[in-house]
């Protein structure tokens, strides 16, 4: 079934410096890949989101990278903060058949001040 | 104030006696889906409904059961609970599938 592969698990940075996240999806009918962050003990939010015909989204420290081809996308914090410090979640579905939604597993985010 | 709520909070049930969470949206939104989360594993959704009378399965729907019968309310039905479906329980509602996701509070169950 569809599959979405996240790593690390765990990053650890220092503050001020960058951190990237990646994920790899398997159902090439994925069309719309969000990340949601989710502070200790809080419901997830959504950060940043992408659609399969834009290749790059920036929103101030926030980025995120798309490649179709290789069926993968990334996040991109830069200049970290402490109040970065979380879990992030990256998720792909599509509008074609399924309207599933799949997230990976998790990365924690520790940013060391 | 737009929001999803859940409820309860917190539920602590033993096996095989039926329960119900509820999860409500004042957002008019179609999509609504219910998701558990799991250490190491991440959010797995269980079901979704893309609107009135419309539900389908997501990823580990085994053992669960919603229905949508109004636009704002998505419960999900543990008719007989095993101890393996202790989880974390989130509702999470939006205008369509690819529109931003907004999650309830959250449900902790405990199955014993």
């Known amino acids: 079934g569809e599959n979405v592969e996240q790593h690390p698990s765990t990053l650890s940075v220092q503050e001020g410096d960058s951190a990237v996240i990646k994920c790899t999806y398997s159902?090439?009918?994925?069309?719309?890949f969000p990340w949601y962050k989710q502070e200790l003990g809080k419901r997830p939010q959504l950060i940043i989101d992408?659609?399969?015909?834009?290749g790059e989204k920036k929103d101030q420290r926030i980025a995120v990278t798309l490649n179709k081809t290789a069926k993968h996308f990334s996040l991109h914090i830069t200049e970290t903060q402490p109040e970065d410090s979380a879990v992030y979640f990256c998720?792909?579905?599509?509008?074609?058949?399924?309207?599933?939604?799949?997230f990976g597993t998790g990365t924690r985010l520790k940013v060391l001040a | 104030e737009a929001q999803v709520t859940q409820n309860p909070r917190y539920l602590i049930t033993v096996t095989g006696k039926k329960l119900t969470v509820t999860c409500s949206q004042n957002?008019?939104?179609?999509?609504m889906s219910w998701y558990r989360q799991d250490p190491g594993l991440g959010l797995r959704q269980i079901y979704y409904?893309?609107?009135?009378?419309?539900?389908d399965k997501g990823d580990v729907p085994e053992g669960y059961k919603v229905s949508r019968k109004e636009k704002r309310n998505f419960p999900l039905i543990l008719e007989s609970p095993s101890p393996n479906q202790t989880s974390l329980y989130f509702c999470a509602s939006s205008p369509s599938p690819q529109e931003t996701q907004y999650f309830g509070p959250g449900t902790r169950l405990l199955v014993l």
């Open positions: 159902d090439s009918a994925s069309n719309y």
């Open positions: 957002m008019n939104h179609e999509y």
């Open positions: 998720a792909a579905t599509s509008t074609s058949g399924t309207y599933k939604y799949i």
């Open positions: 992408i659609r399969s015909n834009v």
């Open positions: 409904s893309m609107n009135v009378e419309v539900t």
